[in-house]
């Protein structure tokens, strides 16, 4: 029961402390990115997104000690629960959500808005761990297969619909998740794949990847497969995954234009070409790395960022809250902060590896995989080697729904943890 548990002594402080460690680094840089030396704010100020980031931490130390004093088995035996419910807030959103930006992914409540695709990673990764603990699951198996796609998939594409598709591709790291827990190699490698026509599609024709395809067909029956390999079988085989490429780069054609927002796009476009429109879509990453690129090897100090004072680049204190690390901590206080995430996540797979119980390991490895996704993402968006999709780095990038959603995801792993700590 949650009342036998010795919270002091169950929980893994050493996770916790790398969680406060990036809660105060991320509080410290969103005060810089809005601080402007002309006009000083006070760090409680609400009317600024420092004060209202303090707010929101405030609020999160409530949802921590209501998460640690929950029984743990409510997370286990309500993950299926919690995940409808999400999905009826997720389809509710469409409807009644606000319109920000092109997306209909915002409830407003008052002056806050509130997002339910952030915390919809935290239930799916509970539902998926739900399943896939049961004895009786195989993922080799094509019927358990399906299903735990299926829990994965419903989630993204409702948010799809709300036009918030940077959310939804979070949803793909769960592949690591059940690679881990015995799906076959070739769906991963397959994963990849598509990731790779996916990346060239950016730079090259259609036509030029489908004839790639063929040589690479080619390439590999003639110089990978001996002579006694060559059976009609590999060779449908081989024809079979000439089709299934081939129809992945034609449709993109159809993901980028229709599904992605004109926004989105032209993000794309500028992650191609950044000179094509560098007072438009190629702006927000050309400042990004100016800004990271002037902090040099120690940064030009706390409050002293000149690209950050004066708001040359848009939602500095969000998605792009790295590049404030960057310019007025230098390359020493980025790497510090990687090391920060780095430590965090290795400690939360050891955790997890460590786990009596299948359903906490399996979250576990959920959490470090959703936010390593958001990690990798996020740093990479600003330095310009991924588009602009507008995913927060956790527990640094202003927002309350970012911010209780990452606490959660987190917290719910450290009950789990704590249980074991005590279980005979």
């Excluded at 009342?3 to 790398?18: F, M, P, Q, R, S």
């Excluded at 939360?348 to 359903?359: G, M, N, S, V, W």
């Excluded at 990798?376 to 927002?399: A, D, E, K, R």
């Amino acid at each position: 029961m949650a009342g036998e548990i010795n919270i002091k002594n169950g929980v893994d402080w050493i996770t916790v402390i790398l969680y406060l460690s990036l809660v105060i680094v991320g509080y410290l840089n969103i005060y810089a990115a809005v601080f402007n030396p002309e006009d000083p704010i006070a760090f409680f100020s609400l009317q600024h997104n420092a004060g209202r980031q303090l707010l929101f931490l405030c609020l999160s130390s409530i949802i921590v000690v209501l998460i640690l004093f929950v029984d743990y088995k409510v997370y286990d035996s309500f993950a299926y629960i919690f995940y409808g419910f999400m999905i009826l807030a997720l389809i509710a959103t469409i409807f009644l959500g606000s319109d920000i930006k092109g997306s209909r992914s915002w409830i407003k409540l008052g002056s806050f808005s509130l997002q339910p695709a952030e915390f919809s990673k935290t239930v799916t990764a509970l539902a998926l761990a739900k399943f896939l603990s049961s004895q009786t699951v195989n993922l080799k198996k094509f019927k358990d297969l399906w299903k735990a796609a299926a829990i994965i998939l419903v989630p993204p594409i409702i948010i799809i619909l709300q036009k918030e598709t940077g959310s939804a591709l979070t949803f793909a790291i769960f592949m690591v998740v059940l690679y881990r827990e015995g799906l076959p190699s070739i769906f991963p490698a397959l994963f990849l794949g598509f990731v790779t026509i996916l990346v060239l599609s950016l730079f090259y024709s259609k036509w030029y990847i489908m004839g790639g395809l063929i040589l690479l067909g080619v390439l590999f029956w003639f110089l990978v497969f001996s002579k006694r390999d060559r059976s009609r079988q590999n060779l449908y085989n081989l024809l079979g995954l000439y089709l299934l490429f081939s129809t992945f780069t034609l449709g993109l054609d159809f993901f980028l234009t229709k599904v992605l927002q004109p926004h989105q796009q032209r993000r794309i476009e500028a992650l191609v070409n950044p000179d094509a429109d560098p007072l438009g879509a190629g702006w927000n990453v050309n400042q990004s790395k100016l800004a990271i690129g002037s902090g040099g090897f120690i940064g030009k100090g706390y409050l002293q960022g000149t690209q950050t004072k004066f708001d040359f680049v848009p939602e500095q204190s969000t998605d792009f809250i790295f590049c404030t690390v960057g310019e007025e901590w230098g390359f020493v206080g980025a790497l510090v902060l990687i090391a920060l995430y780095l430590g965090l996540f290795t400690r939360i797979i050891l955790l997890a590896e460590q786990q009596r119980d299948k359903f906490a390991r399996i979250y576990g490895y959920c959490v470090a995989s959703i936010m390593f996704f958001h990690l990798l993402v996020n740093i990479g968006m600003t330095i310009g080697l991924m588009p602009v999709i507008g995913i927060p780095l956790p527990f640094v990038s202003y927002g309350g729904s970012s911010l209780w959603s990452f606490t959660i995801l987190l917290f719910i792993f450290l009950k789990l943890d704590a249980h074991r700590s005590f279980k005979v």
